[in-house]
């Protein structure tokens, strides 16, 4: 996500706001309020402006964490499509490949 | 890994061991002597400033901080530090993983990168190595101390990790508050018409 080239098409949609589970005072309080269960890490939410959670990082089968596998892939894809508002059908393509081609290096 | 348990495999299953030795031999034995080769701790051939910078850099995504080990390879109490990682009084606390990003640094037979030690204020000596120099996330030097205010009183030539611990947490980044970022962040999304990537990870 702050790869030089994904960072500013994130940017058009989303305000990133990275927490440090353990170690920040208050984010396991703040995560519980969109997850009863600790879900490991990492795990992320898409929040509106008032705090309410529109889609989380836990999907049908399970969290996707850093989305690697074609389903998690397509489960993040999903997310993207549920908040879409400013960023292109194109941009969101170019987001989902991004993460194939990362799962390919490693 | 499967060279190292096969003889076990083998035991285990009651066959015969395999044949001709000079043929095995070199195929088993090369291995484990690989394995058992002490690993260097310290990178002689690396840019000391780089190693830091790299280092400050990475402390600084998480807010934590720098701790540098100005050591060598050839000193024992030096070798002895990966071992004191893992002592249970500097386990209750992840220091290596959530607190510290640890960065070793070659001084040689102090004839080496005593330049870069300089420059943070540290001291390296003979009989005091490894010594140590604590970072903050913009690379200022918030501490330096020697091994030897970390002898062990059994023991002086280690380390103890009572007192490394107690150093560590002295100088460890005070936890940050989650709240401030988070209201800010929600601000900032309903202000520009945007969504939260609200995302938990931790330094490791």
Known sequence: ?106 | MILHVLPLVLLMSGQSPPPPPQEVKPAIVLPRQAAQAPRKVYNETADARAQIAAAVKAAAEDDIRVLVNWGANDDERCAKFPALQRAPEMTGTRYFSDEYKLVYVDVGHLDKNLDVAQAHGAKPAVGALPYFTVLDQNGRVLANASATEFAAAADPAALDPGKMAAFLTKHQAPAPDADPPFNAALSQAKKDGKYVFLWFSAPW
């Open chain 1, 1 to 106: 996500m702050a790869s030089k080239d994904v960072a500013p098409v994130l940017a058009k949609e989303f305000v990133n706001l990275k927490l440090d589970f353990d170690r920040a005072k208050g984010a396991k309080e703040i995560e519980k309020r969109y997850i009863e269960k600790e879900q490991g890490l990492p795990w992320f939410a898409f929040l509106d402006g008032d705090g309410n959670a529109l889609i989380h990082s836990t999907g049908p089968k399970g969290n996707v964490g850093f989305p690697a596998q074609p389903d998690e892939i397509a489960y993040f894809r999903t997310m993207l499509e549920k908040v879409q508002k400013h960023l292109t059908d194109a941009e969101i393509a170019f987001l989902v490949k991004s993460l194939e081609e990362a799962n390919k290096k490693t």
